[in-house]
């Protein structure tokens, strides 16, 4: 670890490792801390046997063009373009994700459907008067859909995916996380021409025809290639590595401590850039912050994620990338080999199979009540059999998602405030900035953070200049 004053990016994440990238191109001297044993965060592999597994599969979307070719220029031919396609397991089968109209019309009895037609023009109705904003993910979701289909579709899932009914999370979860349910567009695009006009707050769905990238070993490749980018352009990143304390005075981060080999160094900076959960971030300042602060840090929670990576006797499941599950012990299967995973022995296919826990319970540990589990349902939706099942891997992470709890929003702008006193500190990424950024959106975060660090630095540079001319000059 090299000595003297640095950028220090904390969490080499896709986020940190593309600020990282940026940095080191400039000739700024920057390292990176990362606790995991490989860079990657969220987007890092793990290798079991000669097989890969994503802790989620994540790919590269080609919406930032310019992060892509970049992206492109330092994989080269082992990024791979594969077909975003998925299917939802929805009433009496599996559909094509977002729903269809036609296939709203197969997947609900006749009489629910009816109810949730006439419910949706109910709420439309109502929606004309409606005044003030919605109170809380579940008034959004009816306002969105009425209630009979909320009733029908969201509010149990819901439930079940966050631990967290729909009545307690806030209206921006609806906004910025739950795609919307493009066949109920249809019948709303219907009443708005005879002028029922509904109401419009939920994202559009980030699964529409599209093209992904993918390499043979899974989404590690993608952190891989970055920090051999880095380390090519002078900047340093060390493993495995966790961060025990932020020092900071007169608005500026001054110094971090890092443990690292079972030693605490300590690191001076010019600036630093974190991926660091909010509250970890937070509550590793000296001196320490407000009690205020400390105190909102407490009221933003994050979703833990375990993730099953399944070695299966079989050459192929399904025929998706992707199958979403309502009322299964898991929410979301992928089997990466349709975009391009090598899987060994040949005739072998893998699946990674997602689910929301909590840290300590029986999902996150891996018991055997889950294996069971999870076997007992692939079964059901006639999958795979259990005795085609050759290796069961475990894989989590504590901070899968953040939650927007009811009301969490003038937490989160407390923190947010706190933070931006730090004129030479920038908080990024999933964990960093509370939200829910694809991996090119992350890269870009980690991208503006950077240049608003050689932004100062060049600022820097020309006040000492200008200082230097006025003193010869006095």
């Known amino acids: 670890m090299s000595g003297g004053a640095k950028v220090l990016v904390l969490g080499g994440g896709m986020c940190g490792l593309y600020a990282a990238r940026v940095l080191a191109e400039r000739g700024v001297p920057v390292t990176v801390f990362e606790k995991g044993t490989a860079p990657g965060g969220l987007a890092a592999s793990q290798e079991f046997n000669g097989n890969y597994y994503d802790l989620g599969v994540h790919h590269l979307h080609a919406f930032d063009h310019e992060i892509f070719e970049d992206m492109k220029v330092m994989i080269g031919e082992r990024l791979h373009p594969a077909d975003l396609t998925a299917l939802i397991c929805f009433g009496n089968g599996c559909r094509r994700y977002p729903l269809e109209f036609r296939d709203l019309l197969k997947s609900i009895p006749f009489l629910t459907l009816a109810k949730s037609i006439e419910g949706l023009m109910l709420q439309m109705v109502r929606n004309k008067f409606a005044r003030a904003p919605a109170w809380n993910a579940e008034e959004a979701l009816i306002r969105l859909y009425g209630r009979p289909l909320y009733e029908h579709f969201f509010r149990g899932f819901t439930h079940e995916y966050w631990g967290v009914p729909p009545s307690g999370l806030s209206a921006t979860f609806v906004r910025t996380r739950m795609p919307r349910l493009s066949a109920v567009d249809v019948v709303k695009r219907a009443l708005e021409s005879v002028g029922i006009r509904g109401e419009d707050v939920a994202e559009d769905s980030a699964l ?267």
């Open 208 to 474: 529409a025809h599209e093209t992904v990238w993918y390499t043979p070993t899974g989404s590690r490749e993608m952190p891989i290639a970055l920090a051999e980018h880095i380390r090519k352009h002078g900047g340093e990143i060390f493993l495995e590595s966790t961060v025990s304390g932020i020092e900071t005075e007169n608005g500026r981060v001054t110094a971090v401590q890092v443990e690292r080999n079972g030693e605490t160094r300590r690191i001076s900076c010019t600036d630093c850039i974190s991926t660091m959960p909010i509250p970890e971030l937070i509550r590793s300042m000296t001196p320490a912050p407000p009690a205020d602060v400390l105190e909102a840090c407490d009221h933003l929670r994050y979703k833990p994620i375990a993730v099953y990576g399944l070695l299966v006797r079989k050459p192929k499941v399904f025929d998706v990338l992707f199958i979403y599950f309502r009322h299964r012990i898991f929410h979301r299967i992928a089997e990466p080999k349709h975009s391009g995973l090598a899987v060994h022995p040949p005739g072998h296919s893998v699946l990674v199979v997602e689910m929301t826990c909590d840290e300590g319970d029986d999902r996150w540990n891996g018991g055997e009540a889950t294996r069971q589990r999870i076997l007992d349902d692939l079964e059901a939706e006639g999958l795979v059999h259990r005795d085609e099942v050759a290796e069961f891997h475990l894989l989590h992470s504590a901070y899968g998602y953040p939650i927007f709890k009811l009301d969490f929003e003038p937490y989160y702008e407390k923190t947010k405030g706190y933070l931006a006193g730090f004129r030479n500190l920038s908080s990024v990424g999933r964990q960093g900035s509370f939200c829910y950024p694809t991996m090119h959106v992350a890269m870009r975060m980690g991208s503006d953070a950077a240049k608003k660090v050689i932004e100062r630095r060049c600022q820097h540079i020309v006040t000492m200049g200008s200082a230097s001319t006025n003193a010869r000059v006095s």
